[in-house]
């Protein structure tokens, strides 16, 4: 336990010093954290290319809003891989419309706003969200993203998790149920 809180600290020591610009503690960031959010990326997006594009991408997002970060939204690695989590699921999303869409044009459609999850973690409540979010497994909390933020269907959902569609359902059951005894608390 004082091994995790001591690794938590020195992220939370890295993060302030990356929030002021220091290129050297965002290299030892990166080395730190890379390889877990890399495995990250690549479980839920089962492509490489992907995964890697991913974690680029939430690591200029850690860049820029390094300063955004408070204790009270989690732990400074589940903060950081939550960034990651999203990221793929996004580029997952616009992928396979672009796939399916077969029209240039669709291209140009995508919302940068921010999605429901978004907005509904920054108004009140955030930190209880996010808590019982934290609560849950990971494929819980990958099912309820994608399927109520994302907006996957349990066929998509099952297909991006690599799972069955019955296993999946079940999932986003049980993690709704933990979510509510969770925020009821």
Known sequence: MALMEA???????????????????FQQLYERISGRMY?????????????????QDAFI???????EYHSERGAPLSWMMTIARYRTLDLMRA????????????????DE?????????????????TGCLEELSEVQRDSI??????????????EALSSPIGTVKSWIRRGLIALKRCLER
């Open 7 to 25: 690794e938590q600290e020195e992220l939370m020591r890295l993060l302030g010093s990356v929030a002021q610009g220091n290129r050297k503690a």
């Open 39 to 55: 495995g990250l990326c690549f479980k839920l997006a089962g492509q490489q290319e992907l995964a890697e594009e991913a974690l």
């Open 61 to 67: 997002r850690i860049w820029h809003h390094a300063g």
């Open 95 to 110: 992928r396979k419309v672009r796939q399916t869409a077969g029209d240039d044009l669709l291209e140009h459609v995508e």
């Open 113 to 129: 706003r921010h999605g429901p999850l978004e907005a509904s973690l920054h108004q009140a409540g955030s930190a209880a969200l």
């Open 145 to 158: 993203l994608l399927s109520y933020y994302r907006g996957f269907t349990h066929d998509e959902l099952a």
